[in-house]
């Protein structure tokens, strides 16, 4: 496991710059965390569900480990208003899909192969390295719109899919994941299918991998609210497992239910009388203020990748914007171009994998002011770049 120097440095090269200009206005477009706050809805759900915990009638104490039936079925709900049927009976409450994706190596052996897509959200590698799991890569790159598809040559046990991509914003559609499934099905693999940013997708584009024919005997799904309604810092998600999902004669709904049993004890009342709000009628509309705000962040972002010429995937579908460095310029050096030009902040795409050099991510999660006058600056000084 090495350490990853990534953001730090990120955060060094940003804080001397502001410490050595202090006149400068450094705007942040490399943020991964959400910035407008809850929803009133949900904040009102908390608020009485915390209220509930004063009184000796009301209160809770340890929730069930799979979560409470009526947030279950909220979620199991808001699965049919996509026309995906899964099963109240099959979802877990959680602390967030980061929590559930490190953790859920926990139920498979060791000796089993993990694929990653790369460019990759690092807590896939991690987690991975610190089980002592071998790791192979598919390549994510222009050639197929940084939406990795399967080699048959290869083979793997355990394969994370992420769609929309963080770090790439690329979102596969319905022929491409049947093609994963197809690939997991042969293999006897499991597809850890991270939906985090499903509420992203504008386009006729899967929002869940149980979408896809025979994903239900393959696949695993974890999402969470964090970038869906503002809990980065609430803290909730949820992780699905078809009943019949089985490997080796072990029933994995069953596994798991035994893993979060011994290691977990739940997600507190008021976080998830909150988490059910999200799914109500009026949580849904106001969430969706929320995402729609980012949404048009990240389609200012990409306009102007478009004027200037750029290659870029997401910003459609996504929060995020990966654009190839212009001039062939190292991630880093365009890191530098951006803060010193610019008074832009990003992140340099190597820090998500081998394929990340020569290519940037940029976040639609900053307010839209800020956003506006940023991409104004990056057009200025990548156009005066360009003469
Ligand atoms: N999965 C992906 C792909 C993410 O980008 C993130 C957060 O950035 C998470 C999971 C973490 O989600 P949570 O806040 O629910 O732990």
Redesign the pocket.
Same mark, same amino acid.
């Given at each position: 496991l090495v350490p990853n120097y990534l953001f730090a440095d990120v955060a060094k090269k940003t804080n001397a710059y502001i410490a050595a200009h202090p006149d400068k206005k450094v705007i942040k477009l490399g943020i991964?965390?959400v910035t407008l706050p809850l929803a009133p809805v949900v904040v009102e759900a908390m608020k009485k569900g915390a209220e509930d915990l004063a009184h000796k009638e009301t209160f809770k104490g340890y929730p069930d480990y799979e979560g409470y039936e009526f947030l279950r079925q909220a979620i199991s709900d808001y699965y049919k208003s996509f026309g995906v049927a899964v099963g109240a009976d099959e979802i877990f409450v959680?602390?967030? @899909?980061?929590?559930?994706?490190g953790n859920i190596g926990d139920i498979f052996s060791k000796d089993n192969i993990v694929l990653v897509t790369d460019p990759v959200?690092p807590?896939y590698v991690d987690s991975n390295i610190m089980a002592g799991r071998e790791i192979v890569y598919a390549t994510s790159n222009e050639a197929n719109g940084f939406a990795a598809l399967p080699d048959e040559n290869v083979k793997a046990d355990i394969i994370y899919l992420?769609s929309p991509?963080?770090?790439t914003g690329s979102a596969y559609n319905a022929e491409q994941l049947k093609a994963w499934v197809d690939y997991a099905l042969k293999n006897d693999a499991i597809i850890l299918y991270?939906s @985090?940013?499903e509420a992203f997708i504008t386009e006729d584009l899967p929002r869940s991998i149980f979408a896809i024919e025979g994903a239900r005997k393959c696949a695993i799904e974890?999402?969470?609210?964090?970038?869906t309604a503002g809990?980065?810092g609430t803290?909730?998600?949820y992780t699905v497992i078809p009943k019949e999902l089985e490997r080796d004669g072990h029933n994995i709904y069953a596994t798991w239910y035994r893993r979060q049993a011994t290691k977990f004890n739940g997600v507190s009342w008021p976080v998830q009388c909150a988490a059910a709000a999200v799914f109500s009628e009026e949580g849904q509309k106001q969430i969706k203020e929320n995402i729609s705000y980012y949404q048009e962040n990240a389609r200012i972002i990409a306009s102007a990748l478009d004027e200037l010429g750029i290659y870029y995937t997401g910003g459609k579908n996504s929060p995020y914007i990966w654009l190839k460095c212009p001039n062939n310029m190292g991630s880093w050096e365009f890191f530098d171009l951006l803060l010193n030009e610019a008074n832009v902040v990003g992140t340099p795409g190597e820090g998500f994998g081998e394929n990340g050099a020569g290519y940037f991510r940029l976040t639609s999660f900053g307010d839209r002011e800020n956003t506006i006058e940023a991409v104004e600056r990056i057009k200025k000084v990548l156009t005066n770049l360009s003469k």
């Open positions: 991964g965390d959680s602390d967030g @899909a980061k929590s559930d994706c959200y807590v992420c991509n963080n770090p991270d @985090a940013y974890m999402c969470s609210l964090s970038k809990f980065t803290r909730c998600g």
